[in-house]
């Protein structure tokens, strides 16, 4: 996928000709190996962009919209033409600007005397990948446009000149994606962390919300109470606490394995279904005097064993 660049590059260091009368900057720097945000790119990537670069249009500062914005009449200087890749330099051609346009005299003495000032900035779509720590271009896909701009030590990032970089009230997802497309990616990539860890989230609640709801379901099967708490009268929420406590039932509901699940409310189940038994054999009848406690503990040791008794106290006390 090709993304959009733009690179700044001067001509300092360049033997820039001048050609006032015909209106010429002949071998001006348009693109190094190395840009000035970083990026490399490939000598192949350069060598087959010659075509992309020749008669391109060479327009004065940056567009106040954007680099895909209409330009004015009076910002149109000239064109590149005669583009020509340098081995181990970069891409040279010549700026055929009109000799009658208010900015040309100023153009001539700075190619003359201050070359530095002579600066295009390229907006273009590349193809890029990454070496380690290091951009690299690998095709240069289109030239959208070339400026001339006049103050390049300004230019910090992609498409940050210095009067540009306040202008936040001008700032939209779009211009966010042409300009700054990483910090674009990095955006989408917390996003979409954010919007994960919420569905984490969600999915976690919803699986508790699944797991009451399945212990409610047994609990009705196997006719045992569930533990509402609000709207129970307070004798009957007594009765349901002792039978399947909230405790028990969050216990209940930590249990991942459904069949462990259904066989610990079916013990329950039976538990409670059994208790009036054991009560009855503990218990037959309310004593009525010494006498008969005595003979009430004489028919238990008689009838009752010691593992039955102590299997109905350990029942008891679950």
């Not at 670069?53 to 064109?79: C, F, T």
């Not at 989230?201 to 709801?213: D, H, K, P």
């Amino acid at each position: 996928m090709a993304e959009m660049l733009q690179e700044f590059v001067d001509s300092r260091g360049v033997a820039v000709r001048v050609d006032r009368e015909g209106g010429v900057l002949r071998g001006v720097k348009l693109i190094g190996l190395v840009s000035r945000n970083g990026r490399r790119y490939r000598q192949s990537a350069l060598e087959q962009a010659k075509s992309l670069y020749e008669e391109a249009k060479v327009n004065v500062n940056h567009p106040k919209d954007g680099p895909l914005a209409p330009r004015d009449y009076q910002d149109r200087l000239g064109v590149i033409r005669g583009v020509a890749f340098r081995a181990g330099e970069g891409l040279f051609g010549d700026l055929h600007f009109n000799p009658r346009h208010p900015l040309a005299e100023q153009l001539a003495w700075d190619a003359e005397h201050n070359p530095r000032n002579v600066g295009f900035s390229h907006n273009v779509l590349a193809r890029l990948s990454r070496e380690g720590e290091n951009t690299v271009v690998e095709e240069i896909t289109r030239v959208q446009g070339v400026d001339l701009v006049a103050d390049p030590a300004a230019t910090l990032g992609l498409y940050e000149q210095a009067e540009e970089a306040h202008r936040w009230d001008a700032l939209t997802v779009a211009t966010l994606e042409l300009h700054r497309p990483d910090l674009a990616a990095e955006m989408r990539a917390a996003a979409t962390q954010r919007l994960q860890r919420d569905l984490d989230e969600a999915n976690a609640r919803s699986a508790v919300l699944e797991r009451r709801q399945r212990v409610v379901e047994l609990l009705c099967e196997h006719g045992l109470p569930i533990p509402l708490g609000e709207g129970q009268h307070r004798e009957s929420a007594d009765a349901t606490s002792r039978i399947v406590s909230p405790a028990f039932f969050e216990m209940l509901t930590n249990v991942q394995d459904d069949g462990q699940l259904k066989q610990l409310i079916v013990e329950r189940a039976e538990l409670v279904r059994s208790a009036p038994t054991w009560q009855n054999r503990l218990m037959p009848g309310a004593p009525r005097s010494r006498d008969q406690i005595a003979l009430q503990a004489r028919h238990l040791a008689e009838t009752v064993s010691a593992a039955d008794f102590a299997k109905a106290i350990k029942l008891a006390a679950v």
